[in-house]
């Protein structure tokens, strides 16, 4: 078989596979369902608009010029899913749905465990019946114990101090021991560090309900008028300007993380677990200074006390996602705040007109 021959077969498979991607109506998951139609694969996705908005798919379509077929349900409804396994032909799965703010986990510990994790266990029951058996799961770095001053490789120690992190913890758990059981799984377990950016036409991007939890978009919030001034929790830590340092990450970067997830799955067995990440930290204030000189915006702040549970630094090693997926982050921090309030100014109220 020649090279075009097996170029022309192998963009046949994949316009032929079917990706369920739970949860594909979010933030992250509307980015990935984007790159994976540019990609050619078909997307199928189910949400029941927690928090997420119907608009985004809608968005999707017209920037991709691809159709999105779409169930409205809960990933812990087994009959729904059942019904949509039954209706589509369903190759893999990418799997987001999961509550994901640490604050409100420590607040309903119940509803995440009961969201994120029996939610991840009727998927997996229901993929089995199917005989549907390769996943991509979003985890997180909140899995991790509290880090020092290091890049925090696959293998650094574990110990969550929320219930959310807890909860990712417990999915990932119960998925490496779903491998061992049966070899025919194929899993990978995603921990990515923290998600900013847009899509660079400013059509889709982060768009939470009330009162953001994470600091990009609060401070993009504060940059268009929707809020008055930003908090910063802390001035003291052992960081070259005090505040706390995280791997930012663009959320492009890592809807192609998944891209490259999706397409490695059969090339291992068993369970595979990888950091997506910069390998590069940036610290609050920074990311402050940066997106005032992309945007030309000030961002009023005030210091305030540390919030408990915060740590000084966390940023990921990235390298084995290089080695086994072929895949590094490209994008910057300026492209990160660039990307945010292109969407930000764009969409001031977000996807609500």
Known sequence: MGIYELHKQQTIEIFAMNILITGGAGYIGSHTCLELLNAGFNVVVLDNFSNSKMESLKRVEMLTGRSVKFKLG?????????ALFQQYEINAVIHFAGYKAVGESVKSPLSYYDNNVSGS????????EFGIKRIVFSSSATVYAAPGNTQIREDYPLGPINPYGRSKLMVENIYRDLSLSDPEWKITILRYFNPVGAHESGMIGED??????????YIS??????????????????????????????????????LAALRALD??????TINLGTGKGCS??????????????????????????????CY????L????????AQLDVAAMCRDTWNWQSKNPHGYQA
């Not at 992309?294 to 210091?303: A, D, F, N």
């Not at 996602?321 to 590094?328: H, R």
Request: aromatic fraction near 6%; glycine fraction near 8%; charged fraction near 20%.
């Open 321 to 328: 996602a290089q080695v086994e997926l072929g895949w590094q």
């Open 316 to 319: 990921a090693d990235p390298n």
């Open 284 to 313: 609050v204030l920074e990311l402050i200074r940066t997106f005032e000189s992309v945007s030309g915006q000030t961002i009023p702040y005030h210091i305030t006390q540390r919030r408990p549970g915060d740590v000084a630094t």
């Open 74 to 82: 809960d990933v812990r409804d087994k009959d729904c899913l059942r």
């Open 208 to 217: 939470p309900n009330g009162i953001p939890n994470n600091l990009m978009p």
């Open 121 to 128: 266990i009727v998927l997996a029951e229901v993929m089995a």
């Open 267 to 272: 090339a291992h067995s068993g369970l595979m």
């Open 221 to 258: 919030q504060v940059a268009v008028g929707r809020l008055t001034e930003l908090s910063v929790f802390g001035s003291d830590y052992p960081t070259p300007d005090g505040t706390g340092v995280r791997d930012y990450i663009h959320v492009v970067d890592l809807a192609l993380g998944h």
